[in-house]
């Protein structure tokens, strides 16, 4: 069965203190991994989707890298706004899409 | 604007009772999905729908239903039969199962459903 691990659970930076959150994986043929921010009452918005290894996206202060079994959201200088909840979910088989629990990013001024 | 209308933003359901959420979009998606999200756990999937008058159960299907009577509107009922519906619940979309963009899901606000 796919399944998807985020971590860590909860991240407090400073605003400025770059950082990196993970998502580890195992799917039976990866028809794409996709990242999301969260706020806190409101849906999922989308923000990359990455399809093999070796490819990365880049949006603003924020990075997604993949690997066969873990992609990175690589987070530059991150200012307050960047606070949400950050969703990794992975397509194997076409309309199976798993996601993990996310990871709860707060950063301070 | 385009997007995914979901009503109400809160919703209150007595013991025994149906209730049913709303989705709408205004996209041109295929596919539709219900998802449902609670605290520090992952979206698990309730029900999609690939194409009008054909849907699929997820992996938590048991205690709901839903219809796909025109392709703009995927409504879910939460039945009396499920014993647990206090949650987040989530409507998404996407162009049609394929490969590349047409799998991207995009979302509505969501619906808190809580119990009396």
């Known amino acids: 069965e796919d399944q998807v691990t985020q971590s860590p659970e909860a991240l407090r930076l400073q605003e400025g203190e770059s950082s990196s959150l993970n998502c580890s994986y195992t799917?039976?043929?990866?028809?794409?991994l996709f990242w999301y921010r969260q706020d806190p009452g409101k849906g999922p918005e989308f923000l990359f989707t990455?399809?093999?290894a070796g490819e990365e996206k880049e949006k603003e202060r924020l990075k997604a890298t993949l690997t066969k079994k873990e992609s990175f959201l690589h987070i530059t200088a991150p200012k307050p706004e960047d606070s949400a909840t950050y969703l990794c979910a992975v397509q194997g088989r076409i309309n199976d899409m798993r996601f993990g629990a996310g990871t709860r990013l707060t950063v301070k001024p | 604007d385009g997007g995914i209308t979901q009503s109400p933003k809160y919703l209150f359901r007595k013991e025994g009772q149906n209730v049913t959420l709303s989705c709408e979009q205004n996209l041109n998606h295929d596919a539709m999905y219900w998802y449902r999200q609670d605290p520090g756990q992952g979206l698990r999937l309730i029900y999609y729908s690939q194409i009008v008058n054909d849907f699929q159960k997820g992996d938590i299907a048991e205690g709901y239903s839903v219809s796909r009577e025109k392709k703009e509107s995927f409504p879910l009922t939460v039945t009396s039969a499920q014993k647990n519906p206090t949650a987040f619940y989530l409507c998404a979309s996407s162009i049609g199962g394929g490969l590349g963009p047409k799998n991207i899901q995009y979302f509505g606000a969501g619906t808190r459903l809580s119990v009396l």
């Open positions: 990455l399809y093999s």
């Open positions: 799917v039976s043929g990866l028809r794409g």
